[in-house]
Structure formats: C-alpha cells, structure tokens
C-alpha cells in the first residue's frame, strides 16, 4: 500500500476525529504550499519510481556521493535519512491516565499505538483524550438528530484503553518514500507527525512535519 492510499484509507478516520474538518478559509499561503508539495512529490515519485528501495535498501548519502563523483543528478532524500529513531509509542492495553503522563513525557500531541508485535494499529492524541475528560466531566450526550460525527466522537471518547481511545487506521510512512512524499501526506492529513513502519506495520521511527519542511528547504537551496 502506497503512502498516498493509505492517506485515503485513513480520511474518513481523521474527519471523525475532533478538528478533523478543514477549515473552509483554509490561507492562502497554505494553498501555495499544498502544491508547491505536490509538485515536489510528483516529481520525486517519476524519479524514483524504478528504484523503489525496501526497508533495508541502501542509505541515500551512498547514492548522493556517487552521482556527485558521475556529475550525475543526485537521488531524492528519503524518510530513513531524517525519521527519529527510536521512536515512543503505547501499547493498546494502557489505560487513560497512562496515556496523558506519555504524552506529557515525551512533549508530543500523539503516539502511536502497537500491539505486542511493535504493529503499529493507531494513533491517540490530546485530541482524543481532550473528548473523553470533556464527556466525563460534563456528562454531555448527543441529542437524538446529533451530527454523525459528534455521536461516534462520543461512543469513542467512553473508552478506557488507547486502542479504544485512538484515532485508526493510521496514516504512517515507510522509511524507503522520498521526503516530499511524506510531506505531501503531512500536508494533506494535517498531522505534526508521522508513525514509519516497516512492510510488516512494524513501527521503526517517526517523522516530524518541521524535519520534513527543512529537508525540502535545504534541497531547494543546494539544488537551485
């Protein structure tokens, strides 16, 4: 599955999460970057399409050096090259409060969630655990001709655990995508962060939306 199908396949997930409705004022300038983005991811995607590397493939920095020694033009950055590692995350089995003390830990808005197995299966965030303190603590319950989303955003929120708290499928990334890829579906999803997953959905780094955006700026800046 390709990051831009797994984008789609976690859509309706996100717009059932709270805030996961676009703003119809959405800037301009974020407008600009959305297809500035898509441009680079286009054109990334038609010059790796045939050299597609797995999860254990060679690191660019190899490719880099030998198409400057050719004068050759240099291979796209990938994920591997600018992902954390190793990457936090919580079981499905830990319960709310555990979930916040992480959050707060490890200074994030989301974790993934994995099962025994390192599979990643979700992601939960302050987002998800804001809902759940919200209904506990004033009680509120959808009325009866309540908006669909508000009603699922309820049934979730009386969860206990992260995975029945969380947020899935989840939109994550393989450490062999191209930067602009990745940031493409950051763009699209709205996320800060994305979970990196081996072709099992083995959870092997994460990331961020800012690591992204400075990758692209130093490319753009040594290849004018």
Not at 75 to 95: I, T
Request: proline content about 7%; charged content about 30%; glycine content about 8%.
């Amino acid at each position: 599955m390709t990051g831009r199908e797994k984008f789609s396949a976690g859509a309706e997930a996100r717009r059932a999460a709270p805030g996961g409705t676009p703003r119809p004022d959405k800037p301009r300038r974020e407008d600009l970057l959305l297809r500035y983005l898509g441009a680079v991811a286009t054109v990334s995607a038609e010059q790796s399409a045939a050299r597609r590397p797995t999860a254990a493939g060679p690191a660019r920095s190899e490719h880099a050096e030998e198409a400057a020694a050719t004068g050759g033009e240099p291979e796209p950055r990938l994920v591997r090259e600018v992902m954390d590692v190793p990457a936090a995350s919580v079981r499905g089995d830990v319960p709310f409060l555990d979930i916040a003390r992480c959050l707060a830990r490890e200074h994030v808005g989301a974790l993934p969630v994995v099962d025994a197995d390192d599979r990643v299966l979700g992601v939960v965030s302050e987002s998800d655990l804001l809902a759940k303190a919200a209904v506990e603590a004033s009680g509120h319950r959808p009325g009866a001709l309540g908006r669909l989303r508000e009603r699922r955003v309820h049934d979730k929120a009386r969860g206990d655990t992260a995975e029945e708290l969380m947020t899935t499928p989840a939109v994550t990334v393989y450490p062999g995508q191209t930067v602009a890829e990745a940031a493409w579906l950051v763009a699209l999803s709205r996320l800060k962060r994305l979970p990196v997953t081996d072709h099992d959905g083995r959870l092997v780094g994460v990331v961020h939306r800012n690591t992204l955006l400075n990758a692209l700026i130093r490319d753009d800046a040594e290849n004018p």
